[in-house]
């Protein structure tokens, strides 16, 4: 009996690995001088950017954890970073990416035959198994005091269970 019921059941998983969103540095201020509805105006980067993978929880903008190198907070943009030429437009330049994301996915599963030709399916389906934070992208605003900050996460562990039948 005892094999009936813990007997037979299967473990599929997957595994997504993505790597980072790519990014461009701008605002929304008018620099080229075309009025409203210019679009991002995006920055002149002087060179390339470091990532120190170190991820923000929230909180003051003096939080020392920023997914870029010290350097590209406020105070000491200068030197890497400057806005376009006034009446000028700068190209869109991808800069860096954002941080890579593993999503991990599990489920199990066992099918139960009731009569000859009536039976059904019981699964557990768990997506992001770990509930490992998956981090967005940094802020892009280099005007911002949370520049080059990530402070958002996504894709939380998830749950469903489900019942299918078969006749």
């Known amino acids: 009996m005892a094999h009936k019921i813990l007997g037979g059941w299967s473990l599929d998983g997957v595994f997504i690995y993505q790597s980072g969103a790519p990014f461009s540095i701008g605002t929304g201020a008018d620099y080229a001088g075309v009025g409203p509805g210019g679009g991002t105006q995006y920055w002149v980067v002087n060179g390339p950017l470091r990532v120190t993978d170190q991820y923000s929880q929230g909180g003051a903008a003096a939080d020392p954890n920023f997914y870029s190198s010290p350097q590209l907070r406020p105070a000491r943009l200068n030197s890497l970073l400057r806005p376009p030429e006034p009446s000028t437009h700068s190209a869109s ?45 940094p802020n892009t605003t280099p005007t911002s005091a949370a520049f080059g900050k990530i402070a958002t996460k996504s894709n939380n562990r998830d749950q469903q269970l489900a019942l299918k039948y078969f006749f």
């Not at 941080?99 to 000859?116: D, H, N, Q, Y």
Request: proline letters at 7%.
């Open 93 to 137: 330049a991808t800069c860096s990416t954002g941080p890579a994301r593993g999503i991990p996915t599990r489920r199990f599963s066992r099918k139960f035959r009731v009569t000859e030709r009536h039976r059904f399916q019981f699964r557990w389906e768990q997506y992001d198994t770990l509930n490992h934070p998956n981090w967005s992208s």
